[in-house]
Nanobody, 124 residues
Framework: QVQLVESGGGSVQPGGSLRLSCAASGFTLQYYAIGWFRQAPGKEREGVACIGSSTVTPNYVDSVKGRFTISRDTAKNTMYLQMDSLKPEDTATYYC?????????????????WGQGTQVAVDP
């Protein structure tokens, strides 16, 4: 069964850290571009971090640069999003995704697979 399963969300105070994980099964993450999206209540979904299929150079939306780190562990077939210096405006449901080969402005150009979403709350 092809799926992405997320874990690691939760509630944290401003300035805190969380690490999101996204384990793939039924396909190999190594051969796809991977990315993380988020959607806050009442707002459109936005891509926040992405790595292309044939590069190790990450691509971030400006609002998370220097605070978020996307990575991929090929041995575990898992992707991660390390989130540091969290702000209340980072509160959202976070989704992992994989697809295609390319990224643009922190987002996948094409999404073939999606995780179920995990909630992140940054509460003062």
């Amino acid at each position: 069964q092809v799926q992405l399963v997320e874990s690691g969300g939760g509630s944290v105070q401003p300035g805190g850290s969380l690490r999101l994980s996204c384990a793939a099964s039924g396909f190999t993450l190594q051969y796809y571009a991977i990315g993380w999206f988020r959607q806050a209540p009442g707002k459109e979904r936005e891509g926040v971090a992405c790595i292309g299929s044939s590069t190790v150079t990450p691509n971030y939306v400006d609002s998370v640069k220097g605070r978020f780190t996307i990575s991929r562990d090929t041995a575990k077939n898992t992707m991660y999003l390390q989130m540091d210096s969290l702000k209340p405006e980072d509160t959202a449901t976070y989704y992992c995704a994989a697809g295609g080969d390319y990224c643009s402005h922190g987002a996948l150009v094409r999404e073939d697979y999606w995780g179920q979403g995990t909630q992140v709350a940054v509460d003062p």
